[in-house]
């Protein structure tokens, strides 16, 4: 695979696919690891004299052009990060618009491209749609290792019709993550969080053949207690995919994976409720309430589980963690990680919102390697190939 460590790329015109999907909430960007980390790629692209074009998707906008999910937002957070003296924008792909902004461009300046996934092709990747993009640039270089695990246009497409290369971030996810894979021994344990079963469970149903324990936290949680036949209250849950969540239990059984489940949980009226903040027993939560973090017993039994494994992976948060106190199980899980990392063990997290919870825990340094990518980090886990990867390999 072509990378930019070998290489100088001149006073050429740069397609730079990163991956600008942070984490905001009411308008403010929680962390800003993703964008630190395409840091270098743009620096050396600078200092090579290139016009360097940004695209990024941000969000599920579904093909549509969607004010929330303009990119325009975050310019003056890259300004500040990039250490740019300018940053341009582009509200379109149109050919017109990006020849005016390049040629009004200065070498090693800087320009931000709209949302791509306000255009229904990227996501369907239509190749006509990535070529005439292509047609603007002289280069396409990937640094977007967390959106690799998408056949998506500006990442599978793009490398068919320019040459390239992949962004020094790139390699280094693909290296730490094969160390982890090398190295880690067992008994192991798969901490997963999140919202939603429907976008992990291919890789619940994978993670299940290689984990010794996997527990399960955040909403994603709910569906599967609520498959049990607990009454989740008015907790977010899948009610389709109750079945999926059984299966996935039959499954682990067969397999020996132990799959631990909340004992308790930390229920309140809604994200922003302070004064009916209640911890239940599973058998209790109230019908007028939702569960927004799991509980202390739970906790500890995590905890327990950390103590006796060899190498940890963690990806999603256990609660809300947006909105204290729901942070409280997230934060804990990261310090007792730290703590246990001292003893030697291999531990790994990855993704955007798992990254903001580490850090506000200050427990980065438990950590063997924290990737920016969630779900590309778990395919490249289970040693699926990223199509990605793959079309940079073929380029
Ligand atoms: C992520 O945040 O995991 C990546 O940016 C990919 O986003 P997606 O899951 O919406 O494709
Ligand atoms: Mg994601």
Redesign the pocket.
Known sequence: MKNLINISLKEKIILLRV?L?VPVLDGKIIDKSRIEAIRLTVKKLQEWQNKVFLIS?F??PKGKIKKEYSLKFICPTLKKTLDLDKIFFIENLEEEEIKKISNKMSSSEVCLLENIRFYPEEEKNNLNFAKKISKNFDVFVNEAF??SH?NHASIVGLPKFLPSYAGYNLIEEIKNINIFMNSSKQPNLAIIGGSKIS?KINLLYHLIEKCDVISIGGAMANTFLSAMGINVGLSLHEKDLKKTAFSILEKAKKVNCKILLPLDLVCANNLQDKINIKQCNINNIPANQMALDIGGKTIKEISSYITKSKAVLWNGPLGAFEYTPFDKSSIKIAKVIKRISKSGISTIAG??DTISVIKMAKAQDGFSYISL????FLEWLEGKSSPGVDALKKN
Do not use: I, K
């Not at 990518?373 to 590309?376: E, H, N, P, T």
């Open positions: 991956d999907n998707h969000g599920r967390s959106a998408r976008t993704g955007g990518a969630g779900g590309a």
